[in-house]
T-cell receptor, first 109, second 114 residues
Framework: QKEVEQNSGPLSVPEGAIASLNCTYSDRGSQSFFWYRQYSGKSPELIMFIYSNGDKEDGRFTAQLNKASQYVSLLIRDSQPSDSATYLCAGGNNNDMRFGAGTRLTVKP | SAVISQKPSRDICQRGTSLTIQCQVDSQVTMMFWYRQQPGQSLTLIATANQGSEATYESGFVIDKFPISRPNLTFSTLTVSNMSPEDSSIYLC???????????FGPGTRLLVL
């Protein structure tokens, strides 16, 4: 069974802190990994994708991929209350993408 | 990326009736997907809809309950048939675009079955 697992949280961090979201996956053949942000009542919005081992930075967001450990993470620097949402991790290949259950993040002012 | 619209955005339906949800994309895409997301839960894939072929359903979902059409590369419909309160959920369509398999989601259809 191909699975993507996340800690459901909730994760609470103070404003300005670094939020660290983690994800593991079971399928070693997975090549592509994504982080989506989902605000309450809204649909998932793609915020980061990563295909290669290492770090990928985009503004306040850094995605980290370690294929040997089958581990993906998302760091949010200088967290803002507007970052409060559920973050979904996804991984897989063409036509076979698996989503984690999501981690609920709350950034407290 | 892709711009995706869904109709209706929300609906309240009676038990035993059917509802057809439409998904429209602003560009031609090969892969379209239909998901269900129940309150507080993650996404559950219902089926993959390819143009010109039968939809591929995930375990636990059947064509009689969730018939899907994919008449062209920009449009798909999902019908929720013979609805029961357990079908109350958000239904999302997504498309896969780009050289890497990146999925983008529509705004969703919020369904309440009484």
């Amino acid at each position: 069974q191909k699975e993507v697992e996340q800690n459901s949280g909730p994760l609470s961090v103070p404003e300005g802190a670094i939020a660290s979201l983690n994800c593991t996956y079971s399928d070693r053949g997975s090549q592509s990994f994504f982080w989506y942000r989902q605000y309450s009542g809204k649909s998932p919005e793609l915020i980061m994708f990563i295909y290669s081992n290492g770090d990928k930075e985009d503004g306040r967001f850094t995605a980290q991929l370690n294929k040997a450990s089958q581990y993906v993470s998302l760091l949010i620097r200088d967290s803002q209350p507007s970052d409060s949402a559920t973050y979904l991790c996804a991984g897989g290949n063409n036509n076979d993408m698996r989503f984690g259950a999501g981690t609920r993040l709350t950034v407290k002012p | 990326s892709a711009v995706i619209s869904q109709k209706p955005s929300r609906d309240i339906c009676q038990r035993g009736t059917s509802l057809t949800i439409q998904c429209q994309v602003d560009s031609q895409v090969t892969m379209m997907f239909w998901y269900r997301q129940q309150p507080g839960q993650s996404l559950t894939l219902i089926a993959t809809a390819n143009q010109g072929s039968e939809a591929t359903y995930e375990s636990g979902f059947v064509i009689d309950k969730f018939p899907i059409s994919r008449p062209n590369l920009t449009f798909s419909t999902l019908t929720v048939s013979n609805m029961s309160p357990e079908d109350s959920s958000i239904y999302l369509c997504s498309v896969e675009v780009g050289p890497q398999p990146t999925q983008y989601f529509g705004p969703g259809t919020r369904l309440l079955v009484l």
